[in-house]
Nanobody
């Protein structure tokens, strides 16, 4: 059974950092591009970052570039998102994702709240 389980979200103050994790199982993790998306209240889900299968290439949304870093550990089937200098507008549910044959698989999400 294919499964993605996110963790690490919590309430933090502006300027602080968080590291999100995504545990993958049920598929060959090392073969797939992996992504982070987020959805803020009342807004559509949006792309945050992606990483190639071997981890050599990354891409970021303009809103997070320079503050967030995506990484992966293929030996542990884990995807990570290091988030620095968090802003209130980063508040959202964060999801990890991969696509196979045009079909998206999502985790249940982890809530990140940035507020003073």
């Amino acid at each position: 059974q294919v499964q993605l389980v996110e963790s690490g979200g919590e309430l933090v103050q502006p300027g602080e950092s968080l590291r999100l994790s995504c545990a993958a199982s049920g598929f060959t993790f090392s073969l797939y591009v992996m992504n982070w998306y987020r959805q803020a209240p009342g807004k559509e889900r949006e792309f945050v970052a992606s990483i190639t299968s071997a981890g050599r290439g990354t891409d970021y949304a303009d809103s997070v570039r320079g503050r967030f870093t995506i990484s992966r550990d293929n030996a542990k089937n884990r995807l990570y998102l290091q988030m620095n200098t968090l802003k209130p507008e980063d508040t959202a549910v964060y999801y990890c994702n991969f696509r196979k044959f045009g079909r998206d698989t999502w985790g249940q999400g982890t809530q990140v709240t940035v507020a003073s």
